[in-house]
C-alpha cells in the first residue's frame, strides 16, 4: 500500500475524514493483513485476503470483537514498539518480540476462510482504504496507517 497523494494528516483530519485507527499490525505485508482495528466505531478483527498492488485499497474479512478479545494483540504491539523505539534508537534491543516467544496469537485468524473450513458467520466482506496519520510508524496506540472500511464490491 503506497501512502497515496495526499500524504500524512493529523489525527482529527483522519477521523472527521471517516479514517478509523488499525491498533495494531501483527501480519504485514505490504499493509497490514491482519489484526485488531476499530470498525464503523467499535472493535473488530481483520485478516486480508486480497492484495491488489494496482490500487490502494485492499479486501479483507472483518469480525466483531469484544475489547477483552483485542487487549492482548495491543499488549503485545506495546511490547513491540518499546522493542522497536529502542531498536532505532541505537540501544540494545536484541531479538524482535514475536508471537512464538510473548504470546499466542489473536483469534482473529480465525476471520480467513481455511481449507475445509466457513468464515464465521459475523464475518463481513469489507474494503479498507488507507490513509496515514504525521505521528510515528510504530506507536503503542497504533501504528501511523488508518482505514477506511467500505462494502466490498
Do not use: K
Not at 495526499?6 to 491482519?34: C, H, K, N, S
Amino acid at each position: 500500500m503506497s501512502r497515496g497523494t495526499t500524504g500524512p494528516r493529523d489525527e482529527e483530519q483522519l477521523i472527521a475524514q471517516g479514517f478509523r485507527r488499525v491498533y495494531a499490525e501483527p501480519d504485514r505485508y505490504d499493509g497490514p493483513r491482519a489484526g485488531p482495528a476499530d470498525v464503523h466505531g467499535s472493535p473488530h478483527c481483520f485478516r486480508g485476503y486480497d492484495c491488489d498492488h494496482a490500487d490502494a485499497a485492499d479486501e479483507y474479512l472483518v469480525r466483531p470483537a469484544s475489547e477483552a478479545a483485542v487487549a492482548p494483540e495491543r499488549a503485545q504491539w506495546a511490547i513491540f514498539t518499546d522493542w522497536n523505539r529502542r531498536h532505532e534508537g541505537g540501544g540494545r534491543s536484541g531479538e524482535p518480540p514475536g508471537p512464538r516467544r510473548h504470546r499466542r496469537p489473536l483469534r482473529h485468524a480465525d476471520a480467513s476462510p481455511r481449507r475445509g473450513r466457513q468464515s464465521p458467520a459475523d464475518a463481513r466482506r469489507l474494503v479498507a482504504e488507507p490513509g496515514f496519520d504525521a505521528d510515528d510508524r510504530y506507536r503503542a496506540d497504533g501504528p501511523d496507517q488508518w482505514f477506511r472500511w467500505h462494502r466490498a464490491g
